[in-house]
């Protein structure tokens, strides 16, 4: 009997590449993607506000902003002054802005504004979150406003669209604070049917790679993409597209989505839970995620599951009782579910080795490691999907990869072909609260099915 674990939040291993993805997709660093958020930052800037642009980078501006009216490519163009009536009273600040590039520092920018090194410190050392300003990145945008007696009223630094540090001098000490935005989310419907590959459909359809490689980790614990997808698989997605002032900032979370593959319909809810995690089920309230990764690697086989096997350093007929990857040296290896470790040292032939006990009757075994990861030693507790060693050629090997065992009450298994437990489910307590969540995710993608199928029979103009 295969025992259930406790599922952890969104710890999806497909999903570790799609965080980095949406890692870059929130903190955009590209010219023009700093250029465009520096004059939303100018417009927004209220109060009777002076704007000197001192545009440092010239290269090419997004020609997005048709709101903008005077061209802000060449340095020192002075914007036009944005005056509200409804506060006369706010002091008139006049405003430069920097896009900050690589070799810049924080005193060149403060000198380049016209401030010296002691203003800096005064800066830095201000109250709350001031002395974040310390850190700079390329690509961030830095603005200074002085006031009409020529003194440092406020420095902004923009991270991204979405965050700001704003310092401002309150009765002579500067005191910081990070602004945080948060964009607002609208449903948006994608179809597409596969003829090539999954990554072309989806493209077709108008997904983006990150919204393509989470439409894939939802269906990839039940269905292999490279293996099992055919000419004619069907899939529905109903995704955030998420705004900033009105206009279009980038994608959220996918929502509900449908895949069919061979004739087989799978469909997938997003559902949160009382206590705030996230993930995927299918209608009836089973998770879409299994309890133990698949593959613990991001990696190809390189020496199957084979109980025959003759040995490739002993040369006698030696079972294979797992699978090995093949990896560079030091890529991470993740614990395959949730668990304790009940080893964690050399083990003979096997080197370095973690061994995993999940429940009562599964343990996983990671060998030949070339260090085990943080704070990993007998006893631990790790969560699906963490790191909890590297890929080495410790003990008895010909090359650097990792060998992976599954044992269900100590036989090994094929790791790759065991009927794998599956999450657990929505809780018997939230069922009711989850089927109201469901119908109603299940009916919004009706009524984008339908439109959609609309406009796809509407005669093109
Ligand atoms: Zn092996």
């Known amino acids: 009997m295969l025992k259930m674990f406790p599922k952890t939040h969104i710890t999806i291993a497909a999903a570790i590449t799609v965080v980095v993805t949406s890692a870059i997709l929130m903190s955009p660093s590209s010219d023009v993607e700093a250029k465009r958020m520096s004059y939303e930052l100018d417009l927004e800037q209220g109060a009777s506000a002076k704007i000197v642009s001192q545009q440092k980078n010239t290269t090419t501006t997004d020609t997005g902003q048709a709101a903008q009216p005077t061209s802000p490519e060449t340095s020192g163009v002075t914007a036009p002054n944005i005056a509200n009536p409804s506060t006369p009273q706010e002091p008139l600040l006049s405003w430069q802005t920097f896009e900050i590039k690589s070799g810049d520092t924080l005193s060149s920018l403060f000198k380049e504004a016209g401030f ?12 709350g979150e001031a002395k974040k300003v310390q850190h700079l990145y390329a690509g961030e945008t830095i603005r200074f406003a002085t006031d009409d007696a020529g003194e440092l009223a406020a420095v902004e630094l923009q991270r991204n669209r979405l965050e700001t540090l ?16 948060t964009p607002e989310p609208r449903p948006a419907f994608a ?11 989806a493209r077709e359809a108008g997904l983006n790679d990150r919204l393509t490689m989470e439409l894939a980790g939802i269906f990839g614990w039940e269905i292999d993409f490279v293996y099992d997808v055919r000419k004619g698989d069907r899939f529905e997605v109903v995704y955030e597209e998420l705004y900033l002032d009105g206009e279009k900032f980038g994608t959220g979370r996918i929502l509900s989505a449908r ?39 991001n990696a190809r086989v390189s020496s199957p599951f084979n109980l025959q096997r003759r040995h490739p350093v002993l040369d006698v007929v030696r079972p294979h009782e797992g699978t090995d990857y093949g990896a560079p040296p030091g890529t991470p290896i993740k614990a395959a579910g949730s668990g304790r470790v009940r080893f964690a040292g050399w083990k003979g032939g096997y080197g370095r080795t973690v061994i995993l006990q999940h429940g009562d009757n599964i343990t996983t075994l990671y060998a030949h490691m070339s260090r085990l990861g943080k704070g990993i030693k007998k006893g631990t507790r790790v969560k699906q999907g963490e790191t909890i060693g590297y890929v080495g050629s410790s003990g008895m090997v010909t090359g650097p990869h990792l060998h992976y065992e599954f044992r269900l009450n100590g036989t090994p298994r094929n790791s790759r072909t065991v009927k794998l437990p599956d999450a657990k489910p929505v809780p018997s307590s939230e069922m009711a609260t989850f089927k109201g969540v469901t119908e109603q995710r299940l009916a919004q993608f009706e009524v984008f099915r339908e439109n959609y199928q609309q406009l796809a029979l509407a005669p093109k103009k």
């Not at 704003?166 to 935005?181: A, L, N, P």
């Open 191 to 201: 179809s597409g049917v596969i003829d090539g590959s999954l990554y072309l459909a």
């Open 259 to 297: 895949f069919v593959n061979r004739g087989e319909e799978n469909v997938a809810l997003l559902y949160t839970d009382s206590k705030g995690d996230s993930d995927y089920y299918s209608p009836n309230g089973k998770s879409m995620r299994k309890a133990f990764l698949r593959t613990p690697i």
């Open 166 to 181: 704003k310092i401002e001098k309150q009765e002579g000490s500067f005191t910081g604070d990070t602004e945080i935005r």
């Open 116 to 127: 010296n090194d002691g203003i800096m410190l005064s800066v830095i050392h201000g109250e």
